[in-house]
């Protein structure tokens, strides 16, 4: 069924009826569709129908309700006309939901979980999401990656997630160091010479997207070994799509000299110079843009 015409579809439905599509098509782009669908559907009556879910001895009603009730939302008019999330609804119901199928016997229940404490965080769930570090499953790590806040402030919590996140940094899975290494560099402002080393052994992963986001948190950091990354960055055609998520941390008075005097004594190809001049013009804009 084409894409629009399952959209058109999934919004005129019941939630019961979007109920049985998302549960008979499980996992498909329907099945998809129909829990967005229901999310935006913020209420008592899709709160108690999610609760009556989750009790199911069928773990595909069970996951579906942890899907549905951890990104419940009260419904707004989207520009577009349509329907787009507005304020959480149901999130006490979700922490409890959430609670007991971290300890769900079907995996799927507890990977689904595990990714939605992600979006209804709090701090029972964070806390048991450090159980989950070294599982041996690569979807259930890449989870907890997604899922912990490593927060900016100095707390017992915070410190927690940043070790755990550390350590996902050197999973044998790319997509978990990936992830892993986004949320040390870019969704936290700690700065410490743990984070700052984990973030420099990561310009150094085989993953290019790895490397890229390692590279940006050592440049929210401020940290001028960023110069000895630069030549490779811009010579290498895979890595140098990373430049543009770069150029405003070189704006700041804590980059902008150095990269001033690395531009002037820069010497590589024609294409790598194009870039940089590009990146210096884009970042000189910045500095001169009113604030």
Aim: hydrophobic share 45%; net charge neutral; proline share 4%.
């Amino acid at each position: 069924m084409p894409v629009r015409k399952v959209r058109l579809l999934s919004a005129r439905l019941t939630g019961r009826s979007l109920v049985g599509m998302a549960l008979q098509q499980w996992d498909s782009d329907e099945s998809w569709y129909a829990i967005h669908e229901l999310r935006a559907r913020g209420c008592a009556t899709m709160v108690d129908r999610c609760l009556r879910l989750s009790r199911s001895r069928n773990w595909r009603k069970r996951a579906l309700a942890v899907d549905v009730l951890c990104q419940l939302a009260i419904p707004r008019t989207s520009r577009g006309g349509g329907f787009a999330p507005g304020e959480p609804f149901g999130v006490e119901q979700a922490h409890h939901v959430l609670l007991h199928a971290l300890d769900d016997p079907h995996a799927a229940v507890v990977l689904a979980a595990i990714y939605e404490c992600g979006h209804r965080r709090f701090a029972a769930a964070q806390r048991r999401l450090l159980e989950f570090v070294a599982h041996p499953s690569p979807d259930v790590r890449h989870a907890v990656a997604f899922a912990l806040a490593p927060g900016s402030d100095e707390t017992p919590e915070s410190d927690a997630a940043i070790a755990a996140l550390l350590q996902l940094m050197q999973d044998r899975d790319e997509d978990v160091r990936d992830w892993a290494t986004f949320k040390i560099g870019e969704q936290s402002t700690r700065d410490t010479p743990a984070i700052r080393e984990a973030l420099w052994r990561n310009t150094s992963d085989p993953h290019v997207d790895v490397r890229g986001e390692a590279m940006v948190g050592l440049a929210r950091r401020r940290d001028h070994r960023l110069f000895s990354l630069l030549p490779r960055l811009l010579e290498d055609d895979q890595w140098r799509g990373w430049v543009h998520n770069i150029t405003e941390d070189f704006a700041d008075d804590g980059l902008w000299q150095a990269l001033v005097s690395f531009a002037a004594s820069f010497q590589g190809s024609v294409a790598a110079r194009a870039v940089l001049d590009r990146m210096v013009a884009e970042a000189e804009s910045l500095r001169n843009a009113p604030h």
